[in-house]
């Protein structure tokens, strides 16, 4: 059974940093697409950054780009998303999402498995 469980969600304040983890369960890190997405009330999910199952550079979004890392420890089977200089347009609800394809990109509906999301609210 495959489970994304996010934590680190958070209320900051503008130029602050957080970190979320998404502890990842019944996936092989090395065969699959590892993501981030956020979305916010009223809008269309948006992709975030996603790591290959080759695990090579990440893809970002250009909103987030030189400002959020993503990273992963597969010895703990978990993957993170660091957030720096955040700023209020990146409040959102953040969800880690997980995909059968080695290269699935930024669409969301090539994702098979989606965490809770966590929520992140950054104020000016």
């Known amino acids: 059974q495959v489970q994304l469980v996010e934590s680190g969600g958070g209320s900051v304040q503008a130029g602050e940093s957080l970190r979320l983890s998404c502890a990842v369960s019944?996936?092989?890190?090395?065969?699959?697409?590892l993501g981030w997405f956020r979305q916010t009330p009223g809008k269309e999910r948006e992709f975030v950054t996603a790591?290959?199952?080759?695990?090579?550079?990440?893809s970002y979004a250009d909103s987030v780009k030189d400002r959020f890392t993503l990273f992963r420890d597969t010895s703990k089977k978990t993957m993170y998303l660091q957030m720096n200089s955040l700023k209020p347009e990146d409040t959102a609800t953040y969800y880690c999402?997980?995909?059968?394809?080695?290269?699935?990109?930024?669409?969301?509906?090539?994702?098979?498995?989606w965490g809770q999301g966590t929520q992140v609210t950054v104020s000016s």
């Open positions: 999402a997980g995909a059968q394809a080695l290269n699935a990109g930024a669409q969301d509906d090539k994702y098979d498995y």
């Open positions: 019944g996936i092989t890190f090395t065969r699959s697409t």
């Open positions: 790591v290959t199952g080759w695990g090579n550079r990440a």
